[in-house]
Nanobody
Framework: QVQLVESGGGSVQAGDSLRLSCATS????????MGWFRQAPGKAREFVAA????????HYGTSMKGRFTMSRDTPKNTVYLQMNNLKPEDTARYYC????????????WGQGTQVTVSS
């Protein structure tokens, strides 16, 4: 059973940084991409970032560009989300997910990690 486990969330001040981790275990995936999403209370889930597994190309949501960086450690089956210059509007629960072949759907999700940014 494939599991995705996020870690690294916490409560920080505006302008601070956090690095989230997402470790995959329990089996191999035909991974097209790994993604980060977030959801704040009462709001829809929002795309944060994605990393295309073959080649490492990254994509970011509009409000994250220039502040967030997604990376990976392939031997550790782990992806990271470095978040700099955090803002109160970044407060949300952050989830990682695996976009798999052949469906190109995000079929595997972690439980999420909470990020709270105070002004």
């Amino acid at each position: 059973q494939v599991q995705l486990v996020e870690s690294g969330g916490g409560s920080v001040q505006a302008g601070d940084s956090l690095r989230l981790s997402c470790a995959t275990s329990g089996g191999s995936l035909s991974t097209y991409a790994m993604g980060w999403f977030r959801q704040a209370p009462g709001k829809a889930r929002e795309f944060v970032a994605a990393l295309i597994w073959n080649g490492g190309t990254t994509h970011y949501g509009t409000s994250m560009k220039g502040r967030f960086t997604m990376s990976r450690d392939t031997p550790k089956n782990t992806v990271y989300l470095q978040m700099n210059n955090l803002k109160p509007e970044d407060t949300a629960r952050y989830y990682c997910a695996a976009q798999v072949l052949p469906t190109y759907q995000y079929e595997y999700w972690g439980q999420g990690t909470q990020v709270t940014v105070s002004s």
